[in-house]
T-cell receptor, first 115, second 112 residues
Framework: ETGVTQTPRHLVMGMTNKKSLKCEQH?????MYWYKQSAKKPLELMFV???????ENNSVPSRFSPECPNSSHLFLHLHTLQPEDSALYLC??????????????FGEGSRLTVL | GDSVTQMEGPVTLSEEAFLTINCTYT??????LFWYVQYPGEGLQLLLK?????DKGSNKGFEATYRKETTSFHLEKGSVQVSDSAVYFC???????????FGSGTKLNVKP
């Protein structure tokens, strides 16, 4: 139990569907991240939120839409995805106040399959 | 740009064998370096870290030394166990901790 919870753990969707991934952290952290993990590729940073403000958008296609209503919750809204978007999507959080430790706390991931 | 390169896997070892997983980095500033581990069905978790040159990070029998002259941060363990089977990721962070660069991961299989 890392203190970061992701739901759903598995999601299968068609290319015309709209779905959302949810992430919640119980650690009191102020920074939250979305990463994409594909086989044999480096982890790809997608979005970073700091105190609910988006501070990083790593050239992610607009079919991925993040939302951060507060420092504890992060969503990734998905629409009109492509089969190549199938991957494990990882949420992470970190403490960015005071002396940062540099440690990311990851959730277990949401395995997405796009048909 | 900043990046991390680590050896491709999978790496298959017998229990009690010596482990080395190579990691080299490219960075414009003075990075902090990390090893993360991902056990089957789980997210990544921090294994060890080093924040400046010549620092040695260590945890659970694993260790890695920050070598600025060779821009490397190789992961080592003297005697691996079956429970060490996992995917290991090398990572760096420069200037601030809001941006981490990860390698592609190295899968380790340890056989009894």
């Amino acid at each position: 139990e890392t203190g970061v919870t992701q739901t759903p753990r598995h999601l299968v969707m068609g290319m015309t569907n709209k779905k959302s991934l949810k992430c919640e952290q119980h650690l009191g952290h102020n920074a939250m991240y979305w990463y994409k993990q594909s086989a044999k590729k480096p982890l790809e940073l997608m979005f970073v939120y700091n105190f609910k403000e988006q501070t990083e958008n790593n050239s992610v296609p607009s079919r991925f839409s993040p939302e951060c209503p507060n420092s504890s919750h992060l969503f990734l809204h998905l629409h009109t995805l492509q089969p190549e978007d199938s991957a494990l999507y990882l949420c992470a959080s970190s403490q960015d106040q005071g002396v940062p430790t540099g440690e990311l706390f990851f959730g277990e991931g949401s395995r997405l399959t796009v048909l | 740009g900043d990046s991390v390169t680590q050896m491709e896997g999978p790496v298959t070892l017998s229990e009690e064998a010596f482990l080395t997983i190579n990691c080299t980095y490219t960075a414009t500033g003075y990075p902090s370096l990390f090893w993360y581990v991902q056990y089957p069905g789980e997210g990544l978790q921090l294994l060890l870290k080093a924040t400046k040159a010549d620092d040695k990070g260590s945890n659970k029998g694993f260790e890695a030394t920050y070598r600025k002259e060779t821009t490397s941060f190789h992961l080592e363990k003297g005697s691996v166990q079956v429970s060490d089977s996992a995917v290991y990721f090398c990572a760096l962070s420069v200037y601030n901790f809001n941006k981490f660069y990860f390698g592609s991961g190295t899968k380790l299989n340890v056989k009894p």
